[in-house]
């Protein structure tokens, strides 16, 4: 009866709150407990601070996988492509999402958004950078259908994230992040407001290989949480990733395997009630 129960508020609570909500496809982000924001650098930074695809100059592709919670009623599948445009154009990028949840064989929710992401430098030489970047992006939900077999309907709407991202000497970063500025909302009789977050945060690299960052994350009517982690490269193919959050208070793990061109992360979460969450990520550059 006790986990029928969670199961049911677990379901409730995707289906209403954390719609579209709580995406962070990136292993290599989650083992530094999501504290990526001045630090977003990769084929997944468009989730994160859109501006640092400014830093990308080659071709990137990426997927990754996870099931929240490790409840097999829940999936979460993410793609995403970067292009490198020019030094003065900066790099664009496309990404696509899907997430579900299904359970005893019926859909009862299906979530996807498709993005296009632009960052660009303002300014960028030996000393200094400046780079912004944004997201355009389509959402659609589409709900199951009710005990009496009837269709609950479906919806789309579009969002507008906004990123800052600076460096001062290439050791210390600063990010901003403002995730659906333009403050969408779906459903036509019932509108519900799709989340709206802010994340600052800084990240310092004292030298090659050592990467330590903390970030803010405000979600409006939520509490602030604090994300803290660092990543260090332990072998040449081989990274390291640790980190912590609060509100609720979580601790995460990850690890990173690069060969030649191919990259693969793995990462961690906990939470102080339900289970852990298990991410996969495979990257190729080019």
Excluded: C
């Amino acid at each position: 009866m006790k986990k029928t129960i969670v199961v049911l508020l677990l379901i409730v609570s995707y289906l209403s709150g954390g719609a579209f909500d709580d995406r962070y496809p990136s292993p290599r982000a989650t083992g530094m407990s999501n504290a990526f924001v001045a630090v977003a650098n990769d084929v997944w930074a468009a989730y994160y601070n859109p501006a640092g695809l400014s830093n990308i100059e080659n071709y990137q592709a990426g997927f990754a996988y996870q099931k929240p919670f490790g409840y097999s009623f829940f999936s979460s599948v993410f793609g995403s492509a970067v292009v490198p445009i020019s030094a003065q154009y900066g790099t664009a990028g496309i990404s696509f999402e899907s997430f579900g949840v299904k359970y005893k064989g019926n859909s009862l929710n299906q979530e996807y958004v498709a993005a296009l992401s632009h960052g660009f430098f303002l300014l960028n030489d030996i000393h200094t950078s400046l780079s912004i970047g944004y997201n355009l992006k389509y959402y659609h939900m589409a709900l199951g259908e009710s005990v009496g077999g009837v269709e609950l309907g479906s919806g789309g709407t579009f969002g507008l994230d906004f990123g800052v991202q600076a460096s001062v000497y290439k050791r210390t970063y600063l990010g901003l992040y403002v995730y659906n500025l333009n403050s969408p909302t779906l459903g036509a009789d019932t509108a519900h407001d799709l989340p709206r977050r802010v994340v600052i945060g800084a990240a310092y690299r004292p030298y090659t290989g050592l990467t330590t960052a903390i970030s803010m994350n405000k979600s409006i009517g939520y509490e602030t949480q604090i994300e803290g982690g660092f990543e260090f490269a332990l072998l040449e193919m081989l990274n390291l990733r640790f980190g912590a959050s609060t509100n609720p208070n979580r601790f995460t793990a990850g690890l990173g395997i690069v060969y030649e061109r191919v990259q693969f992360d793995y990462g961690f979460r906990t939470h102080p009630v339900l289970a852990e969450t298990h991410s996969f990520g495979l990257m190729y550059s080019w």
